[in-house]
């Protein structure tokens, strides 16, 4: 295994807030209303720590929410 | 450590450290293995916790390639973009890395902004710094090459395994530096236990070696293997100090024993010389002269005899007889001579008893017994042989022993305790048996021939008088009837 000398780390992309809205958005395009009580309240919570800077907070509730989403057949 | 190397005579000092020490070599194995078989252990432990969690991502990755290959197959990039932000979005535990790239280098797809300058496609491992939202870590990322130019990048940010296999490697480490400790401790400990051990032997030893014959090893008590040491040398120490009592004890007593008749001998020539008047007075001269001089001869012979005996060399001669006849033999000399003495002499004797052994000494022995008895005898007395077998306790080999009783027993003068102990010394004699005829060595032979058959001689008191006995262990086989030759007794023994 080789290890990197290169001083410049790479930037991971989906630690971002926009990473954070995307999650969302794709929360959202699943049927908008029928969603159930408990993936809209983690989509919430998932937002807010996302805005209040807590990203991969957020994200691992948004993550969360997508794959119980996937798993409830519509 | 270089100048007690060098150390040149046995008796220099040892050094602090002396390479050629035993107790040092002793305690270097000791640590050495140690640390070696500790060194093998915690690599064991490191190998099973770390290298496996390494095992884990390297293999998550490689399957993690295939699934993504076939996409690609199947539905090309705009395909692989889809799987690859579907991986992105269920990623909960939020630590997988993808990046596609086209063969200009720009952006398809993935959570990495740029492709690394310094990865190749070319399938290696890689560890690569990363950027995340609050801290860098550290990611294990392989590359691929996709037709058309095309290159993905798949990876896993392993810092927390990293966190968790630094804490590992710490650890392990320090368990062996403990362990080495450890085992420079122990090893120091064994060093100082066998110094212990030789120097004390050594000690010993040398104050011997300069003649303080009075020293012994020290006994601790434990029963170990140390005092069991301690307790041979002591054995050996006694027994060679015995002999050498022996050794000057007989030498100061031919010295003396011998010089008597030499010099009555010589006065006896030279009065003879200067005053004789006739032939007569000196022939009678040189007979006492002579006669003294066979007593020496007679002396030096009974000595070498014993001598020879001790040796052991005369122990091929035995053969299976029946010591009855043997006895008799003996019985029917002294039977005459204890007449003379006006002495009564029974005998005890079964009618058959079979031994294994000298003949020709072990008459000499009951000989010389009688001898004793009839000597030491005022008349009227009673002097009795006996013999018989007894069976003693079972022995170490399970079988039930024989053993041979052969007594001789007199209503004389006898002796004291103290003498009893000193009579089988060579040329020991009584206060009272100074006014006897005789040198001293008759129960020396006695002694040495009973012990050439592995049996003891006891004297014990029969107020009035002495009773000498004589008991020998006979061989297992003695059912073998007497009349049987002895080479028929060995085979059946064999
Ligand atoms: N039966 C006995 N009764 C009393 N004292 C004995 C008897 N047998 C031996 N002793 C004592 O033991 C001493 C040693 O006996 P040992 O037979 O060795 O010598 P010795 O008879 O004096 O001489 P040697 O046998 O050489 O002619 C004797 O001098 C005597 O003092
Ligand atoms: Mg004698």
Redesign the interface.
Known sequence: ??????PK????????VA?CFR?SR?IDSYNKGTLPRKIIQLREEGTDLCRQGL??SG??RL??A??SL?RTPP | MSAPVASNAAGAQPGFLRLRSVSLRFALVYGILFVCSALLFLSFIWWGTVGLLEHRVEQAITIDSRALFSVWEESGPSGLTMIIDDR?????D?NA?YLLVNKDGKWIA?????W????LPNH???????????T?DIA?VRAYALPDGYRLLIGR?ISGRTLLRKMLTDTLLWAWIMVSLLAIGGGWLIRRLFRHVIHSISRTTQAITHGDMSRRMPVQGSDDELDEIAKTINEMLDRISRLMDGVRQVSNAIAHDLRTPITRARTQLEDAALHAKNEAELRAAIDKAVGNLDNVTSICEALLRIAQIESGARRSAFTLFDLIPALQDVCELYEAVAEDHGLIFKQNLPTHLPFFGDRAMFQQAVANLLDNAIKFSPPNGTITLSAEIVSTARRSDGNRGKLLNLSVTDEGIGMNEEDMARASERFFRAEQARNTPGSGLGLALVQAIVQLHDGQLQLASNSPGLITRIEIPLPDAEIVSPATPPAEHAIINS
């Open positions: 295994m080789r290890i990197m000398p290169g780390p790479i930037i991971i992309t989906s630690d971002s990473f999650l794709v990203v991969r994200l691992a993550r969360r997508i794959i996937k | 992105l979005e269920q990623d909960v939020d890395l993935g959570n990495l902004a740029e690394p300058r310094q990865i290696h491992w890689f560890s690569l710094p990363v950027q995340r939202a609050y860098q294990k940010d």
